[in-house]
C-alpha cells in the first residue's frame, strides 16, 4: 500500500508580511513599554520594522539606570512585565 | 482533590547546585557561589571570587511546571581580571545547562535550561570583572497539598 506524502510549502512573502505588520508593531511596542515602565526611571523602548520583522528594544538611557541595571538588574528583572 | 502546587524554590536549587558542582571542578575552586546578596547592600562585596545567583523573572509554564529566570553573575578578584570572570561564568553556565541532561537541579526535576543572554558587565561600583547571563530554566513545582 503506498504512503501519502503530505508537502508542505510556506508562503515565506505572507511570513514576512504578518511579522512586519502594524498589528505586530503596536504588540511589541506595548510589551517594550511595559517593560520599559516595571524597570523604571531612565529606561525606554523603541519599536522598529526591520526588513523581515518587527523588533522593539528596551534600553538604559541614563547614567543612572545603567548603574542600576548593572548593580540590581533591574532591567533584566522586568522582562518579564513584557509578557501576556 | 485537585492538588496545591506552588513554584519551586528556583534561586535556592540554583545556588545549592552550582555550590556542589563547585567543590568537585577545579576550574571554579575557591569561588563562593552566593544568593540575591546586591552589590549595593551595605556592606557587602562577593569574595574575591564569586557566583552570585539571583532569580530575575518566573512564568508558568503549565500547571506543574514554571520556568525561572535565573541570572549568573561571575566575579572576579580585580579590574584587570576580565578574562577569569569569563572562565567562571562559562563554566557556571555549562554546569547549568547540564541541568538539563541530568535531568534534576538539586533534587529538583528540570526538564529545560535555555540560555538568554551573557555579557561583559563589570562592576559599576568596584570596577571588578564580572561577566553576567540569564537562563530559563524549567522546574517542576512543589506539591504542598
New interface residues.
Given amino acids: 500500500m503506498g504512503s501519502k506524502v503530505t508537502r508542505i510549502v510556506f508562503h515565506s512573502a505572507g511570513f514576512r508580511s504578518l511579522m512586519r505588520s502594524q498589528a505586530v508593531v503596536a504588540d511589541l511596542a506595548r510589551r517594550g513599554e511595559a517593560i520599559a515602565a516595571a524597570a523604571g526611571p531612565g529606561v525606554g523602548s523603541r519599536a522598529s520594522v526591520g526588513s523581515n520583522r518587527a523588533r522593539v528594544v528596551v534600553m538604559t538611557e541614563t547614567d543612572e539606570a545603567k548603574t542600576a541595571e548593572a548593580a540590581d538588574k533591574t532591567l533584566t528583572r522586568s522582562i518579564g512585565a513584557g509578557r501576556g | 482533590m485537585a492538588e496545591l502546587i506552588e513554584p519551586a524554590d528556583g534561586e535556592t536549587a540554583a545556588i545549592a547546585y552550582l555550590s556542589a558542582v563547585a567543590l568537585s571542578d577545579p576550574v571554579l575552586a575557591g569561588v563562593e557561589v552566593v544568593g540575591a546578596l ?3 547592600s551595605p556592606g557587602y562585596e562577593p569574595g574575591p571570587e564569586a557566583v552570585v545567583v ?1 532569580l ?4 508558568a509554564r503549565s500547571l506543574a511546571v514554571d520556568v525561572h ?1 535565573i ?1 549568573l553573575t561571575a566575579w572576579a578578584t580585580s579590574r584587570e581580571d576580565e578574562l577569569r570572570a569569563s572562565v567562571i561564568f562559562r563554566r557556571a553556565a555549562a554546569h547549568l545547562l547540564l541541568a538539563e541532561r541530568v535531568g534534576f537541579l538539586a533534587g529538583v526535576p528540570c526538564s529545560e535550561v535555555r540560555p538568554i543572554s551573557g555579557y561583559n ?5 568596584t570596577g571588578r570583572a564580572r561577566y ?1 547571563g ?1 537562563f530559563g530554566v524549567a522546574l517542576r513545582g512543589v506539591v504542598v497539598q
Fill in positions: 546586591s552589590s549595593s539571583r530575575t523573572g518566573l512564568a529566570q541570572t558587565d563589570p562592576d559599576p561600583i553576567s540569564s
